[in-house]
């Protein structure tokens, strides 16, 4: 078996996610597959390991459009519990080649093929740490068939600030700056079960902190983002030290930071609402019922700051202005929001 791992998601072939050649036992044929580790599975899961191993196959498989690779299951002639068994169900996508009849240029060009397929994979997850993703697409599961415990956008939002006081949480390590982009109205929506904001019970309050921790770094970006911008403008550097952190007095406002900026000729105070996700990508990101009327009563001057790639030196950021529903979907039910494309055009 010949593998090419990426070390962003696994150093082993017993775990994660990598491409490989697997061969059929009479020596006839061979995959080129996408597949995952099987020890893995084996070691967390004992003997629901092929049962948990396939549904996450499937999720995974179910999120990829390829015309090149199968997604059916592949047949290495192996015997049950054996590592060959655990190959067949591991497998995501597969593309078969008998050993009789093998064309050069196919090979390698769906060599090249299948590593793009695997880096678009991985640069949808939240997180580098397999056994998180594996939990993420789970849990989703669990909620689906009604094991899980969805909670109100709002309510979760006072759990999370009660906990930061409590623990006394300060943004880390903030050596980085913003990197302004246009937002992408054509980015993929794949793999919302990994890239979009958990509603579930479990460890709640430990990934609430995590979460929270990433929404202060990026509201820290933010407000020294404005007092640059501030200071490099004739007309409003004298408001420098009036731009305020509001969310970290109180939550009642619907924005994050009062600043200002210059519309319609005058300048005038703006309200900012930060929204920062880890995720290498634009991904739906939560908000609260009152956000989104602060944003209908003061549309002129509220602003959606839009943060990604957090773990970046360089944070990927897009700035909207006016009301939240009209620059972003919105899930009725979740309020997960994602950029729709039709925004008011941001004043510069």
């Not at 490989?20 to 044929?29: A, E, T």
Request: aromatic fraction near 12%; include cysteine; hydrophobic fraction near 30%.
């Amino acid at each position: 078996m010949g593998s090419i791992l990426n070390k962003n998601i696994t150093h082993s072939t017993q775990n994660g996610i990598y491409v490989c050649y697997l061969f059929k036992r009479d020596m006839k044929g061979f995959y080129l597959v996408l597949t995952q580790g099987i020890t893995y599975f084996e070691r967390e899961y004992g003997r629901n390991k092929y049962k948990i191993a396939e549904l996450v196959s499937d999720y995974i498989k179910s999120e990829i459009d390829t015309n090149t690779f199968s997604k059916e299951p592949i047949d290495l002639n192996s015997k049950r519990s054996s590592l060959g068994y655990g190959y067949e169900k591991t497998t995501i996508i597969s593309k078969y080649y008998q050993s009789n009849r093998l064309n050069e240029e196919e090979l390698i060009n769906d060599l090249k093929e299948i590593i793009k397929i695997y880096d678009f994979i991985l640069n949808h997850f939240k997180t580098n740490k397999y056994d998180e993703i594996i939990e993420n697409i789970l849990e989703y599961e669990r909620l689906i068939n009604g094991k899980g415990l969805m909670v109100d956008a709002d309510k979760a939002e006072k759990i999370i600030k009660d906990s930061i006081d409590e623990e006394g949480i300060e943004p880390y390590d903030l050596n980085r700056k913003l990197n302004e982009v246009e937002p992408k109205v054509d980015r993929s929506q794949k793999f919302e079960r990994i890239t979009s904001p958990i509603p579930k019970k479990i460890d709640y309050l430990k990934k609430a902190q995590e979460d929270a921790k990433t929404g202060l770094i990026g509201e820290q970006l933010v407000l020294d983002y404005e007092k640059d911008r501030l200071s490099n403008n004739e007309l409003l550097c004298e408001y420098v030290d009036k731009i305020e952190w509001i969310s970290t007095k109180s939550d009642y406002y619907g924005y994050d930071i009062k600043s200002y900026d210059i519309i319609d000729g005058k300048v005038k105070e703006i309200h900012i609402e930060v929204k920062t996700t880890k995720s290498k990508i634009d991904t739906k990101f939560q908000v609260s019922k009152g956000e989104v009327e602060a944003s209908k009563k003061d549309k002129e001057i509220y602003f959606v700051y839009r943060l990604y790639n957090i773990n970046s030196t360089n944070v990927s950021f897009y700035r909207v202005n006016g009301e939240i529903e009209d620059n972003f979907e919105l899930d009725p039910i979740t309020f997960l929001a994602s950029y729709k494309g039709n925004m008011t055009k941001s004043i510069v």
